[in-house]
């Protein structure tokens, strides 16, 4: 079977029901899925195979199709079989493979460090490469020490995150993470890891109505943190723009200004994580062009590249870069497959599609009937809150409307693992059920999506939702 019959045919196997069982199988025995319950997996609960992608949907190895409504894992977002890009990779790949950027450098990654620095906000204008975000996070952090370290300031080290927050698993990426089911089996993690509070509006008592007041009090505990550590101990504060674990926390945009300002009183540098927030996700290319702030670093992975090669980064103002670009000083950290060429080859094709097809449009365009027809929900009585922005949404399930009685512990595992998990895939839609914070369902679809896919995404949605109000 040739390539191109696979992409004609749709499965290059014979009896495809076997095959699946077959993958199943091997998988279970020989691989070890990420962050995944293995042992939950036997002859009757198979491990999914998912064997390939057509634009907002992807088909596993029974060839059933399914919405690709978390865009593989807030990465695809320009869907699946974009030629443009296999050809760029292709091309990169037959003239020159690979190089390191230790000490050298090459034209894809030169190329899309200057693209990066042109669509990043303010002055943030230097570009480190590496190959996903927890290595961005951890270098981020290792940037900051070694900052203040140049400059005198030799007892910062110290990180500020929001709770729940997940910001990767390596162990410095780890310390800066606030999920406890994370982090415990890996204690003691890396000194110096403070915690404040996560935007959750929906179950704030602070100030009614009042968002903006309520974002001034979440980032003044930021401010108390600091002042509580000593503020010539704190290295960094790491925030997403929209606090993806939780389910998709938007702070107001007086939560940006007051947090810039905190920093910048305390001498502590505002690391934006945009990992899963960049390339469109917001309908801008970074949060702080959606909530009007400039950090001063940037980290970013997952959308770069469309989700079509692995590669990550740190985006760093002129200002942070500075003390750095001295003959007797440098950054003593890197990664072998940092700003791979091909993946930089990959970055460049995407970010061209972005824009020749103004795909970040197409999001603002929707990111209100999406609101919208998400609202809809909320004649069910399980739907609780509906937050987001851009093709980023979360929908809070609760016991009750009014009181927001949540769903904890076991009753949280029966509503999401139990029901609305395999009842959303076997409809055919691929999202996040969630319950670090309280259960969330989670949608962030390719940003190529149509209103006709948020019709058919609110559609499952409400089947689903409407079978699970009976464990009420
Ligand atoms: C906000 C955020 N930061 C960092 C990471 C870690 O990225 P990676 O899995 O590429 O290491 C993730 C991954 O989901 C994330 O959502």
Not at 122 to 151: C, M, P
Not at 318 to 346: K, L, M, N
Request: charge should be negative; hydrophobic fraction near 40%; include cysteine.
């Amino acid at each position: 079977m040739t390539l191109d019959q696979i992409y004609t045919d749709g499965i290059a196997v014979e009896d495809e029901t076997q095959a699946s069982h077959d993958y199943s199988e091997r998988a279970r025995r020989h691989l070890w899925l990420q962050m995944s319950r293995m042992g939950a997996y036997d002859e009757t609960n198979e491990i999914p195979i998912m064997v390939r992608g057509e634009g907002t949907r992807v088909y596993d190895a029974n060839g059933k199709e399914y919405f690709d409504g978390l865009s593989g894992l807030f990465t695809n977002m320009l869907g699946h079989g974009r030629r443009e890009i296999s050809i760029a990779a292709a091309e990169q790949m037959n003239k020159m493979a690979f190089f390191p950027l230790w000490t050298y450098a090459h034209p894809t990654a030169i190329e899309l460090a200057e693209k990066l620095a042109a669509l990043a906000p303010g002055d943030l204008n230097r570009v480190f490469f590496t190959t996903g975000g927890a290595e961005a996070n951890e270098s981020a952090w290792k940037l900051a020490r070694q900052y203040h370290r140049i400059r005198g300031d030799t007892d910062r080290y110290k990180v500020i995150s929001r709770d729940i927050a997940y910001h990767g698993t390596t162990m410095g990426a780890l310390t800066i993470t606030s999920l406890d089911a994370y982090r415990k089996p890996f204690e003691p993690l890396v000194p110096g890891a403070v915690k404040v509070p996560s935007v959750n509006f929906y179950r704030t008592e602070k100030y009614g109505d009042d968002y903006d007041a309520f974002g001034l009090w979440s980032a003044r505990q930021i401010e108390e943190a600091i002042l509580r550590e000593g503020p010539d101990t704190v290295a960094a504060v790491f925030l997403e723009p929209v606090q993806n674990a939780g389910g998709c926390f938007t702070p107001p945009r007086s939560y940006w200004r007051e947090v810039r300002a905190i920093c910048d009183r305390y001498g502590v540098l505002l690391v934006s994580d945009d990992v899963i927030c960049a390339f469109g996700r917001l309908g801008t290319w970074f949060g702080g062009q959606k909530y009007d702030y400039v950090p001063d670093i940037i980290t970013c992975a997952k959308g770069l590249t469309a989700g079509y090669a692995p590669l990550g980064a740190m985006i760093v103002s002129d200002r942070i870069a500075e003390p750095f670009q001295h003959e007797d000083q440098s950054f003593v950290h890197g990664f072998t497959w940092s700003g791979h060429p091909v993946s930089c080859a990959v970055a460049l094709a995407s970010i061209k599609i972005m824009e020749d097809e103004r795909v970040l449009q197409n999001v603002l365009k929707n990111e209100l009937y999406f609101h919208e027809r998400l609202l809809s929900l909320k004649d069910l009585p399980i739907v609780g809150d509906i937050r987001g922005t851009g093709y980023f949404w979360g929908v809070e399930l609760v016991k009750n409307q009014t009181t927001k009685e949540t769903w904890s512990g076991l009753d949280a595992q029966r509503l999401l693992r139990g029901y609305v998990s395999p009842e959303m895939f076997r409809r055919g839609l691929i999202c996040r059920s969630d319950d670090r914070g309280d259960p969330v369902v989670q949608l962030a679809p390719p940003l190529i999506s149509t209103r006709n896919d948020i019709d058919h995404i609110v559609g499952i949605l409400r089947e689903v939702f409407t079978g699970a109000t009976k464990l009420l």
